[in-house]
T-cell receptor, first 113, second 113 residues
Framework: ETGVTQSPTHLIKTRGQQVTLRCSSQ?????VSWYQQALGQGPQFIFQ???????GRGNFPPRFSGLQFPNYSSELNVNALELDDSALYLC????????????FGPGTRLTVL | LAKTTQPISMDSYEGQEVNITCSHN???????ITWYQQFPSQGPRFIIQ???TKVTNEVASLFIPADRKSSTLSLPRVSLSDTAVYYC??????????????FGKGTKLSVIP
């Protein structure tokens, strides 16, 4: 059974650029959630997808957008990057509409200069 | 939305029982509580989940009083490998098949030999 994987591991961008982060869910899982974790802080919920439909969104601006594909892998897109977007981005997969036991990937460390 | 509060840090000696409490005063009727463990440079890992009263699994217990305004994670006989950050997460159903996930800021547990 393959766990949750994320790519890339690290990324450096400059302010104003756009970035796409990718997540491959654990086998059989149909829900994926994305989080932003600043250094020393708890994860902040960005949004969640269940069977390719967004079914939850945190307090993040529209420049944070996402997709879930038919194989339940997912993308997080961030436009017009700001310095404060520098953080660890985590995705988690789970089975079912309600996000019960979530399995997290190792994260993508994004640095915005 | 539920707001969570946890102690910033705790110290414990090896072999002792550790109790970490999370306050979630405005928890709603259908919300439930989950706890996660996170080591440096890793994604969080599921520990336990509950709605009310007491839940126990092979690694921890979760106590939730009748008013559900707090929850306590209990780790029996901690070892050095339990040194990590522990997060409580409140999962809220916000209607129309939509969910909100609110992590606490985390409690850094240091286990001392």
């Amino acid at each position: 059974e393959t766990g949750v994987t994320q790519s890339p591991t690290h990324l450096i961008k400059t302010r104003g650029q756009q970035v796409t982060l990718r997540c491959s869910s654990q086998s059989g899982h149909n829900t994926v959630s994305w989080y932003q974790q600043a250094l020393g802080q708890g994860p902040q919920f960005i949004f969640q997808y269940y069977r390719e439909e967004e079914n939850g969104r945190g307090n993040f601006p529209p420049r944070f957008s996402g997709l879930q594909f038919p194989n339940y892998s997912s993308e997080l897109n961030v436009n017009a990057l700001e310095l404060d977007d520098s953080a660890l981005y985590l995705c988690a997969s789970s089975l079912g509409e309600r996000p019960d036991t979530q399995y997290f990937g190792p994260g993508t460390r994004l640095t915005v200069l | 939305l539920a707001k969570t509060t946890q102690p910033i840090s705790m110290d414990s000696y090896e072999g002792q029982e550790v109790n970490i409490t999370c306050s979630h005063n405005n928890i709603a009727t259908n919300d439930y509580i989950t706890w996660y463990q996170q080591f440096p440079s890793q994604g969080p890992r599921f520990i336990i989940q509950g709605y009310k009263t007491k839940v126990t699994n092979e690694v921890a217990s979760l106590f939730i009083p009748a008013d559900r305004k707090s929850s306590t994670l209990s780790l029996p006989r901690v070892s050095l490998s339990d040194t990590a950050v522990y997060y409580c997460l409140v999962v809220s159903y916000s209607g129309a098949g939509s969910y909100q996930l609110t992590f606490g800021k985390g409690t850094k547990l240091s286990v001392i030999p």
